[in-house]
Structures are given as C-alpha cells and as structure tokens.
C-alpha cells in the first residue's frame, strides 16, 4: 500500500510538469501532490505502528529475557548424568541426594529428607526412599510446591532393541532435567519478592518400576501427600508445579490433559502458559495435549493441592522415533535452551503470581 501511494503521488508530480505551463494548474497539482505525500507518509507512520504492534504480539523470548541460567542448568544435568543411573535405594540415588543436599544447603535452602518405607517390587524387601525437600522463605505459610522425581527407571524397557532392555538406563530428559531445573532455580530463590514461600520437593520412587503392570508408581509424592493431609504442617500449598522431561532437544509443551480437567487446577495451567505467550516462549502450545499420569495425581487427589503437570511428553516428536525410556534418553537430546525457556517461564510467574 505504502510503495503504491508513492507511485501514484510522483505520476501526478509528473503530469503536472508535462502541462503547459498555468500555474495555478501547477499549483493546483503541487497541492494534490503534497496532500498526496502527506497521505503516504501517514499511512508509512500508520504501518509502522501497526509493525510495532506486530512485533509485540509475535515477540520472540531471547535467553537475555530472563535471569534463569539454561546453560548452568544443562551443565548440572550433565553433571547428575555423570553419576550413572539414579534408581531409587541405590548407591546412584544416594550420590544424588548427597550432590543436591550441598548444593541447595549452600544457597541457603533448608533441606530436610522425608524418609519412608517401600516393599521393593522385585525382593519384596524392605527398602529406604526418601524426599527431598528444600525450603526457601519458610516463614511465609502460604507457599508454592515446585516440585519433579529424581529417580529413574530401574530399565530401558521402551527400548527398541530387546537386546538392550537391560541396559543402563540415564534418564537425562526423565529424571535428571527436574532435578538440574530445580538446582538452578535455586539461585533465583533467596531474593524472590513474593507473599509466597517456595518448596522444591524431589520426589523419590515415582518409577520404582519393574513390570508396569505389576509395580506401583508415584510412592514419593503419594507418600508425601499423604502426610501434608495426615499431619498437616502450619503452612498451606496455594499451587503445585511439576515438571516432568522440560530438557526435551525439541521442546513442545502442550497443556496436560488431567491439570486441565481440574476446575481448581485449570486456572494455574492457563496462567502458566499465558505468562510463557507475553515472555515470547512459543514452546508452550496453548492446545491440551497428552492425559500423563505422574506425580501431580496423588498431591491433587490425596493432598488437595491444585497441581499441574509440565511434561513434554512426545520426545524427541510426536510420530518419530521415541527415546522415552531408552538407552537415548542421554544429554546429547537434551538442551541447554529448553531448560533456559521452561525456567524463564516458571521464574516469571513465580515473581508475578498474587492469590
Ligand atoms: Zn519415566
């Protein structure tokens, strides 16, 4: 529209010249000429504004956006990797633990471990698990439940290759990005301006699991329900969040189905991916996606506690290959960027959310 104006404007300019010299005629063209000029630079300054206007409805999240380290993030998932498999009462779990129990504490989180019994599905014995759970703010009793698993599957059961079903199995995406989202949200923690307190709660045992059919999953985050109701603590959880396989290479978060389905939970979901659409991060599709059954059904169902469920459930994509519980769940698919923009995502609603 705008080079069109300029065509017609200098056409005039042109016949105008091309007369026989009357000068009011010339005058009378100048006129039109320059209402015509005046006409196409409102409509450039017109466009322009529309651009701008464009330009903040599709904004595009940079990692400069947000103070959440992506990068330290990976390099904590990598590090957590580093250790083996992470199988709950294992000596990789209690690694684990002791790696995260210094790390948080040295941010100045207060860690307290909530032990618990579980009968193991393959010995039938007695087994140790436990919680990890760290504090920040804990003078605020309404609070906010960040929370993940940090166990893997005993197996890479999915995996293709029947030969490699006993394989070590890392767990990079499902397991590990939790725990290294959670250790890099730590440092945002202690200058977090909210009415809220913020309680990051590793679930131990969510996938204890050696035959699907046969074993119980989620005994962590059961177990910890269970108690918030049984013995309930001064404080109150106004919100859970999980987070669930964010490390994703090829990040898409759809809206889960069961978080949706919640009247008390729905409001969060929405929230949640409204503050990832004014942030620009177009990774959280505003689609309901896969019904996931995980650790946010017990703190819900049990505990009450309005939870949602991020979980980019398809990785690497929907309809490719699947390195969901394989021998690929490895760093290599995980990114640094999904991490950054997951956590850009959470910290700034973290910072904003008010009841
Ligand atoms: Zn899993």
Redesign the pocket.
Known sequence: MNAKSTASTKALFQSASAGEQNRSSYRFFAILGICFALAAVGLAMLNRQSGTEAAQVARVFKPSDTPFNGQRAYGFLKEICAIGPRIAATEGMRKQQELLKAHFEKLGGRVTMQEFQARHPESGERVNLANMIVEWHPERKNRILLCA?YD??PFPDEEPNPRLRKAPFI?AN??ASGAAFLAEMAYHMPKLDSRFGVDFVLFDG??L?YDGARDPYFLGSEHFAREYVAKPPEHRYRWGVLV??IADKELQLYREVNSMSWPDTRPLVLDIWETARQLGVREFIHRNGHEVRDDHLPLRNIGRIPTCDIIDFDYPRPYGPNY??TTKDIPENCSAESLTKVGAVILAWLQKVRD
């Open positions: 698993h893997t599957r767990g499902d397991g969510e996938e699991v669930d396989m969901w519980h």
